[in-house]
């Protein structure tokens, strides 16, 4: 004791103070010998340069530096500013998305609801302007916090974290489904809680569930709508993992959401290619071992794995274990607020036996059924579907029945009466989860499905399953006949349990009512189109499905739909090309397996689909009028008004060339005279039908068109060297007819003995065509080239048709000399062709030059016709080919040539003159040199 | 000399086949002894020969020709073919359906006087085809297709799943598939294993629907390389589309001018002959080098391109085994062949009608030999199909079923297993059950089949053991 105090005295020496002495200066005195001076911080009066600022001046570094603030209110504030900034430079976002969204992630689970709130404003406004690609490294992180929240043992936060989940469920939806196992678990663990105690209650427990529904009663919202609200969520997102799932090709049958309307893609790339580019090189075929025509550039394979290795509970949802442990889980769970909702429900039955539910209730249920059905499509393959669908039935049939179909249709309570009571209290809450009602219709059908599903295919129970499916089988067929109006989806929903139904009642009488009913919603006037091509689909894929299942091939509903498709198309016209051509794709089909019924059909209506003029071919694209002309293949017998109709189509020039050809081809293979049959098939049209078709598509005008013709006053009159009135088509219309006329000729040679084959054509000439006066230039180029083509040199031709023809060529010369003078370009390939006709025949058929050169009179051409004869001449004797044929007629020849250098007695001699006397002399000494050539020809004479 | 030289060049270039990922690839072409090659000139009888068969002819049915010297070696009398109906069994048998009346007839090989049989069908035979391995023979007759089994002649199957008449026919070299070509546009992949199957219960199934045509399709190769095939089809829709066997996928798809009424292969598949029905054989490259700068100026006209020389339609084509030559019949009564290379018409054979066949093939060993016999002779085909159960059990037939490595299941396997899974399961249930002393016989039994299994099983090990560490 005395020791401290002595110790303490020591510590507080008082200090002697001497007047005279300096004072000794004190330990904290201030030391004042320092001058002051003003220092400029010019930097702080500047605005921060580094960046674009808020109103307030803060930059994107303080903003976010502000977040790990500990007041709520600033943090608050930067959340704002942030918002704010980022909606001004857009280019802060891709600088800083890093950093942006780990710190915005971290607040999310921050204890001030405002905060919350803005901070998934933030996330949303993020969102909307980065595609999912480039959130995709940081998502892990932004999962992480996601589950952080949902798993918060604060209500608030939970229910919020909902908000955010909804942000990524719209922006991010494949991200999410990406990596479910997690997520799944949340959201387990926000309506329910794992009963850890021990085996008491495990005992009590049949079925050994772990999990039970939770009741939190601290929350803000009943917990009936809490977990309507974390039930739609996980809707949602199991709707995500659905759709994000890489479907397979082939399984066109059972995919719910492909069902109809999906189109086949398969994982090899097919190359589609044509001919000509592949003549000019223009593109190069690769077939690849394995893969196809085109090598995948992308490789699926990744060093690190998918997801990192603490994540264990029911990884990927890939096999049918996990889901099905997954479902196990959640199914009791679903039943549970199944039974609660219900029974929070009082039983009310409306006069017709429906159910009324109130639309708090009817949405719960809704969304228990709707994720049902999603936990069936979660599988990855087709045929774990089936396997996934047969383990429902085993464990939770009864449970269903019990519960679902006790009070099978349901219906909406009258809201009008009973809300009044309730409502007041109820109406605020509401207003925390905005979901939208669900209409008692979408309950049921969503329900159909669900139980349909479950039903199974063998015979083994049918009675049992028979029992529970006849209310849905009424209900359905009630709906879908009783013109109720459904949307789309409703429908797609509906036509998929009848689809199912179908192949699993297997019963012909059921088969009948079901699809009746979708017959009579498929006949409803004023459907859209989208509506339409589905029920379209449905129809032509239930028909495609028939072989192994008599009870559809034989239904008498699909025979009329069938039969009704021809009459659908020729009154739908041209005003919708899609569903025409889907149309006829379902007709292709049908009548690519020999329906009767519906050729039966088809060849009713064939005069009125093929007509040439408002014909459906004429009126539709390219592709459909190419399906029409294939469809003509399969029809039994066509008629001769119908082949006038298609001869009509070929020489209308409204379809193409080719297509033309290929229809000529078409009916040349379905002729005896084809030449390709196996087996027993019928020709379906007669030879001289076919015949009578070639002539008159080689003529290229109808009969009315010829004889209206012969009065018309465009034609070019006749003169002494054209002896014919030639009516000049248009160039278009010359070149279609050009083309249609090789491939009748081409038909015509092969269709047997040329000889034979000529007389026909010579008759044809003979009876239809010599008496004309006005012909079109199309067709005398085309008669010619026939002739030439088909003329054997056994067979001598009559004389009025070699008079007909030796007049045609005459005045087609004529005009080429014509043509040759005003339009020299655009014409070119008319003047090939018909100069190429000419000279042909003229080579061909020997007694046609002599005619040609009798019918030139020199003596009854006036003075402008001199020079053109001996431009045409001239043309022939230039010609080489011709030489031995002009040689032959010397004679005429020589005497041509001394009437024209009489008769043209200008002072000077023309030029054209000279070049002929030229031409003439040149070929005259080369013929006498090669004399005893020519003698042979001669003798032909 | 010139000839040798090119089919040296060509091994080389079959073996090593460059495959899309740059690296070489062995095995897919297929290889032709040089040897024989060599001497193919020289021997007395030809390594490969021409078969060809038209509608028209009188007084044979079909000729075999050289293809070097195009002289006609041998010609079988008695009727006409129909198209794509001849085929050659074994080695030992030519087969062809009768033009237009419902049998099918059968020479040997070296008796070309005499017809062996015929085997009469239920209606005209519209194609017909022999497996490689000459274990079976299907036919098309009207929409059905007939499979018979050779060695006891039996009619295993009729397949009714086309909807129209069969058009083609073809196995792949491996027999272990076979595919059908019909009007109904429609192409099936069969696996013979499940439609040889004696299950009664259900029909069988075709494993692929090759349903992408739009109009009947006309004709119908299969490559090589078993179950790896690629697959073509003609039709008359204009197209010719290469399918993959093992998966179904069209992996190529060629749109043409005129209808395409035959197509092939040649064996390393480089190529694609489509015979067209203007009388055009168009030649599709499927391994085209990609365009270096160099080729571009040398415009590959569309004559490179096309053989030239048929006025009618191109029914039948058919490439020789070294890739080098072309056989194509058609309906203008001639038959040609043609240089690959040069697309140049080498010979010209003339036929009295429309080709209905003509096909290069190896020439069967017996062929030559006139004093040869069939190694097995051939038993009378039956019309009928038999009932599996009655007639196997009266007569103690054999049933003999495709080799081992094809046979992935069989019905005794699988009645066997039935047996076995039902007595397993009888146990269990009587245990459940309770049937005492009944279970404890079985019990018995059963633990002294596995005693005798166990002794069977030891003693094949130590057979075995014995025969391995035998010093040799």
């Known amino acids: ?941 | 000399m010139n000839r040798t030289r090119r089919s040296g060049s060509y091994i080389s270039q079959s073996t090593l086949r460059l495959s899309p990922e740059g690296t070489y690839e062995a095995g897919r072409g297929i290889l032709v002894p040089r040897a024989l090659c060599l001497f193919g000139g020289k021997m007395a009888a030809p390594l490969e020969v021409i078969v060809s068969s038209d509608s028209g002819s009188q007084l044979w049915n079909c000729t075999v020709f050289d293809p070097l010297s195009g002289s006609s070696l041998l010609s079988f009398r008695g009727g006409n073919s129909a198209a794509r109906s001849l085929t050659v069994l074994r080695g030992e048998f030519l087969l062809s359906a009768q033009l237009g009346k419902n049998f099918i007839n059968v020479w040997e090989i070296q008796r070309k006087d005499q017809l062996q049989q015929k085997i009469v069908c239920p209606g005209v035979v519209t194609c017909l085809t022999a497996s490689p391995d000459g274990y079976f023979l299907a036919a098309g007759v009207a929409e059905a297709i007939y499979l018979w089994e050779v060695c006891t002649g039996k009619l295993l199957s009729v397949l009714s799943r086309h909807y129209q008449d069969v058009t083609c026919l073809k196995f792949t070299d491996d027999s272990s598939h076979f595919v059908s070509a019909g009007k109904d546009n429609l192409a099936l992949v069969w696996n013979l294993c499940s439609v040889v199957q004696m299950d009664l219960s259900h029909a069988p199934e075709p494993r692929h629907i090759l349903s992408r045509h739009s109009l009947p399709i006309t004709d119908l190769h299969c490559g090589l390389m078993g179950t790896q095939a690629r697959i073509a089809t003609a039709s008359l829709d204009q197209t010719v589309k290469v399918w993959e066997l093992s998966s179904g996928e069209l992996l190529l798809s060629v749109l043409f001018d005129v209808e395409i009424m035959s197509v092939t292969f040649d064996p390393c598949e480089y190529f694609l002959f489509c015979g067209g029905s203007d009388g055009n054989i168009f030649q599709v490259s499927l391994c085209s080098q990609s365009l270096s700068r160099e080729k571009s100026f040398q415009s590959e006209g569309e004559g490179n391109q096309v053989f030239k020389g048929h006025r009618n339609l191109v029914t039948c084509l058919s490439v020789s085994m070294d890739g080098t030559l072309l056989l194509s019949g058609s309906h203008d009564e001639s038959v040609r062949l043609w240089d690959i290379q040069s697309k140049q018409s080498i010979r010209c054979l003339a036929h009295k009608g429309p080709v209905t066949n003509a096909v290069i093939m190896p020439a069967p060993a017996n062929m030559f030999l006139p004093d040869s016999r069939p190694a097995i002779p051939l038993p009378r085909f039956s019309r009928h199909l038999q009932s599996a159960e009655g007639e196997a059990g009266d007569n103690g037939d054999v049933c003999v079923r495709p080799g081992l490595h094809a046979q992935d299941e069989e019905e005794t396997h699988l009645q066997r297993a039935e047996r076995l899974y039902s007595l397993m399961t009888a146990i269990t249930d009587k245990a459940v059950f309770g049937e005492g002393e009944n279970t404890k016989v079985r019990i018995a039994e059963l633990e002294e089949e596995v005693q005798t299994l166990k002794k069977v099983n030891k003693d094949l090990y130590e057979f075995s053991t014995q025969l391995l560490t035998k010093p040799t």
């Open chain 1, 1 to 941: 004791m005395k020791a401290k105090k002595k110790k303490r005295q020591d510590d507080f020496q008082k200090v002697k103070l001497k007047v005279g002495k300096k004072k000794p200066r004190a330990d904290n005195a201030t030391n004042t010998n320092f001058r002051t001076r003003g220092i400029n911080l010019s930097e702080q009066l500047k605005r921060d340069t580094s960046g674009p600022t808020t109103h307030r001046h803060l930059g994107i570094n303080d903003l976010l530096s502000q977040l790990h603030h500990y007041n709520a209110n600033v943090k608050h504030g930067a959340l704002l500013g942030l918002r704010e900034l980022l909606s001004i430079s857009p280019s802060l976002l891709e600088q800083h998305l890093s950093r942006l969204l780990s710190e915005v992630a971290a607040v999310l689970t921050d204890k001030d609801g405002n905060v919350r709130v803005a901070a998934t404003r933030v996330l949303r406004f993020i969102a909307q302007s980065v595609p999912a690609e480039r959130v995709a490294p940081f998502f892990p992180l932004l999962s992480a916090h996601l589950s952080c929240a949902m798993t918060h043992i604060e209500a608030p936060i939970q229910e919020d974290a909902m908000n955010v989940l909804d942000v990524f469920l719209e922006y991010y939806p494949s991200l999410l489904a990406a990596r479910p196992g997690v997520l799944l678990t949340n959201f387990l663990e926000m309506i329910s809680h794992r009963q850890t105690s021990g085996g008491g209650k495990k005992a009590q427990d049949p079925k050994g569930r772990i999990w039970a529904l939770s009741v939190n009663p601290d929350r803000t919202v009943t917990s009936q709508q809490w977990r309507l609200s974390v039930l739609l969520r996980l809707g949602r997102f199991l709707q995500a993992v659905v759709e994000e799932r890489p479907t397979e090709e082939g399984d066109m049958s059972v995919r719910a959401e492909g069902v109809f309307g999906s189109s086949r893609e398969g994982l090899v790339k097919t190359l589609y290619l044509n001919w000509e580019e592949l003549v000019y090189s223009k593109v190069g075929v690769k077939l690849y071992e394995n893969s196809g025509a085109k090598p995948s550039p992308q490789s699926t394979f990744r060093l690190r794995p998918e997801v990192g290795p603490e994540a264990t509970v029911s990884e990927g949802l890939d096999s049918v274990e996990t889901v099905q442990g997954f479902a196990a889980t959640l199914v009791p769970l679903l039943l549970e607020v199944w039974v609660e909702a219900s029974a929070s429900d009082c039983n009310w039955k409306s006069t017709d036996g429906a159910h009324l539910l109130s639309p708090d209730t009817m949405s719960v249920m809704f969304q228990v059924l709707s994720i049902l059905q999603l936990l069936r499509k979660l599988t990855p393959h087709q045929e774990n579907e089936d396997a996934l669908d047969a383990w429902f039935r085993k464990e939770y049939l009864a449970d269903f029945k019990q519960h679902f179909m006790k009070n099978f249709p349901y219906g909406a309570r009258d809201a009008s009466k009973h809300k009044k009571k309730v409502d007041h209290k109820r109406s605020k809450l509401n207003t925390a989860i905005p979901i939208q009602t669900v209409e008692p219709l979408a309950l049921n059908i969503t329900l159909c499905q669900v139980m349909v599903s479950l039903s199974q295919k063998q015979g083994l129970d049918l009675e049992a399953d028979g029992e529970w499916l006849t209310p849905l089988r009424t209900f359905v067929q009630d709906t879908l006949g009783g013109g109720v109006k459904l949307s789309y989806r409703q429908l797609h929903l509906l036509l998929g349990t009848v689809w199912k139904m179908v192949f699993t009642q297997r019963s012909r009488a059921l088969t009948e009512d079901l699809l009746a009913a979708v017959y009579i919603y498929y006949k409803q006037r004023n459907l859209p189109l989208q509506t339409r091509s589905l029920l379209l689909s449905f129809y032509s894929k239930l028909y495609l499905q028939e072989q192994g299942h008599t009870h559809i091939a034989r239904s008498k509903v699909l025979c009329r739909w069938l039969a009704s498709l021809p009459v659908q198309l020729a009154q739908l016209g041209y005003r919708n090309p899609t569903l025409s051509s889907q149309l006829i794709n379902s007709i292709h089909a049908a009548a690519s397996r020999g329906n009767k019924d519906l050729l039966n059909s088809l060849q009713t209506h064939a005069c009125r689909l093929y007509d040439p003029q408002d014909g459906v071919v004429v009126l539709l694209p390219a592709e459909s009028q190419q399906r029409m002309m294939q469809l003509l293949y399969f029809l039994p017998k066509i008629s001769q008004p119908l082949l006038a109709h298609l001869s009509g189509c070929c020489t209308a020039g409204r379809i193409s060339a080719s297509l033309a050809g290929s229809l000529i081809r078409i009916l040349h293979f379905r002729s005896s005279l084809g030449g390709w049959s196996v087996g027993g098939q019928e020709a379906a049209l007669q030879d001289v039908d076919y015949i009578s078709f070639l002539f008159s598509t080689l003529t290229g005008f109808s009969s009315e068109n010829l004889a209206t013709l012969q009065e018309d006053e465009s034609a070019l009159p006749s003169t002494p060297l054209s002896p014919l009135c030639l009516y000049p088509t248009p160039l278009e219309q010359f070149t279609h007819h050009w083309d249609v006329v090789e491939e009748v000729c081409h038909c015509l040679e092969t269709v047997g003995s040329k000889s034979q084959c000529f007389d026909i054509l010579q008759n044809g000439i003979c009876k239809y065509l010599t008496k004309l006066d006005v012909v079109p230039d199309s067709m005398a180029t085309g008669l010619l080239r026939a002739v030439s083509r088909l003329l054997d040199l056994s067979v001598l031709p009559v004389e009025p048709v070699v008079r007909f023809l030796s007049h045609c060529l005459l005045s087609l010369l004529a005009l080429l000399l014509a043509l040759q003078q005003e339009a020299p370009t655009e014409t070119n390939h008319k003047r090939e062709a018909i100069w190429g006709a000419c000279v042909t025949a003229l080579s061909s058929v020997p007694r046609l030059l002599r005619i040609v050169l009798q019918l030139m009179r020199v003596g009854d051409l006036n003075e402008e016709e001199l020079p053109q004869l001996g431009q045409i001449l001239l043309m022939l004797l230039q010609h080489t080919p011709l030489h031995n044929q002009l040689l032959a007629n010397a004679a005429v020849l020589q005497e041509i040539i001394q009437n024209l250098t009489r008769y043209s007695r200008g002072a000077t001699r023309e030029q054209w003159l000279t070049d002929l006397l030229y031409c003439y002399s040149v070929t005259v000494a080369h013929g006498s040199s090669a004399h005893r050539g020519s003698l042979g020809l001669r003798d032909m004479y």
